[in-house]
T-cell receptor, first 113, second 117 residues
Framework: NAGVTQTPKFQVLKTGQSMTLQCAQDMNHNSMYWYRQDPGMGLRLIYYSASEGTTDKGEVPNGYNVSRLNKREFSLRLESAAPSQTSVYFC????????????FGNGTRLTVT | AQKVTQAQTEISVVEKEDVTLDCVYETRDTTYYLFWYKQPPSGELVFLIRRNSFDEQNEISGRYSWNFQKSTSSFNFTITASQVVDSAVYFCALSEAGTDSWGKLQFGAGTQVVVTP
């Protein structure tokens, strides 16, 4: 059982380049999330999808777009990367009920030069 | 506004000492859930515990214990007789059931625990 799978694990971009981070879960979860982790800032919510067909902004959505492709997949796109987007990105999923914990992928370390 | 505050940035202890991590949260909802996660140096995020707002019983799991006090909006975490393997960043998180916050799970900034032999 793979759980939450993120690709790629590492990526280096130049300012202005675009890329898509992929995330897939095989736990039949309804809700999926994208977080970024920066030193001293904890995990900050970028976007989430409470259920298939819906997406909502989190705390730090500027510069990102998301697509809930189907129940399994939730991608995060950087249209024009900036150095401020250098971070570790985590995808997560949960069943959809408020008491369910998040299950996290292993993260993508992105560097924008 | 920060809804989950972990005021301790880093705590250093010597092995076998106890360590307590503070978590203070803010919510207007009467129904909410609190979580603790561990992030070891390898980087993955590991779920440790969940607590709902209606259950103020303290919980113990091995060397880990949690103290939930609604009166002070705190959900503190204690590691008893710490070990080197406890070295990690620990995150507290809040999930609210209200309409505006539905679906979101918000994290504190984390506390780095360093346990030296």
């Amino acid at each position: 059982n793979a759980g939450v799978t993120q690709t790629p694990k590492f990526q280096v971009l130049k300012t202005g380049q675009s890329m898509t981070l992929q995330c897939a879960q095989d736990m039949n979860h309804n809700s999926m999330y994208w977080y970024r982790q920066d030193p001293g800032m904890g995990l900050r919510l970028i976007y989430y999808s409470a259920s298939e067909g819906t997406t909502d902004k989190g705390e730090v959505p500027n510069g990102y777009n998301v697509s809930r492709l189907n129940k399994r997949e939730f991608s995060l796109r950087l249209e024009s990367a900036a150095p401020s987007q250098t971070s570790v990105y985590f995808c997560a999923s949960r069943t959809g009920s408020h008491n369910s914990p998040l299950h996290f992928g292993n993260g993508t370390r992105l560097t924008v030069t | 506004a920060q809804k989950v505050t972990q005021a301790q940035t880093e705590i250093s202890v010597v092995e076998k000492e106890d360590v307590t991590l503070d978590c203070v949260y803010e919510t207007r909802d009467t129904t909410y859930y609190l979580f603790w996660y561990k992030q070891p140096p390898s980087g993955e995020l590991v779920f440790l515990i969940r607590r709902n707002s209606f259950d103020e019983q303290n919980e113990i799991s091995g060397r880990y214990s949690w103290n939930f006090q609604k009166s002070t909006s705190s959900f503190n975490f204690t590691i008893t007789a710490s070990q080197v393997v406890d070295s990690a960043v620990y995150f507290c998180a809040l999930s609210e059931a209200g309409t505006d916050s539905w679906g979101k799970l918000q994290f504190g900034a984390g506390t780095q625990v360093v346990v030296t032999p």
